[in-house]
């Protein structure tokens, strides 16, 4: 059997070195956490801050439109309240939407003295993405809320 023939043994890699790479990725997930408010309610297992701000949008809008369908409510109290992690898509969902159609919220992300997201990102995003693909799904071309929120997030992260 030659040398090139013989299959060449694995390196390992060290225990301490692969809990030290996942302690890194840890760190610049929270970093990001600490300076993208949005980033962070998207991928933060724990969704009660995200909750509380879709809850505060609700009522709001109960109070201002108090003929909103039950549908509505129904759905956005669901999308809100229940734990289960396939109702993500709703809330990221509520999410998006409200971003789009409240612009004080909007706007709350990047106010002065300490803006929550990355200002110049946020702006691109909310002007050249959001209201194409929020306008595509109320027109249908967007046919579901998975595919909606998963475009709209996958635009927010690579930008």
Request: aromatic share 12%; charged share 30%; with cysteine.
């Amino acid at each position: 059997m030659s040398s090139s023939s013989r299959p060449r043994k694995k390196k390992r890699v060290s225990k301490s070195k692969v809990e030290s790479i996942y302690n890194e990725i840890a760190r610049n997930e929270k970093l990001k956490w600490q300076h993208d408010a949005i980033y962070m309610m998207l991928m933060n297992p724990d969704t009660s801050q995200l909750d509380n701000e879709l809850k505060e949008w609700r009522e709001e809008q109960l109070r201002i439109y108090p003929t909103l369908s039950q549908r509505f409510k129904k759905l956005t109290h669901r999308a809100i309240t229940d734990e289960k992690n396939f109702i993500r898509i709703a809330k990221h969902g509520l999410l998006f939407l409200r971003i789009w159609l409240d612009p004080e919220y909007a706007n709350s992300f990047i106010a002065s003295p300490k803006p929550r997201v990355n200002p110049i990102k946020f702006k691109r995003f909310y002007e050249e993405f959001l209201s194409k693909c929020c306008t595509d799904l109320l027109s249908t071309n967007t046919t579901t809320l998975q595919a909606f929120v998963e475009k709209v997030r996958s635009i927010y992260f690579k930008l």
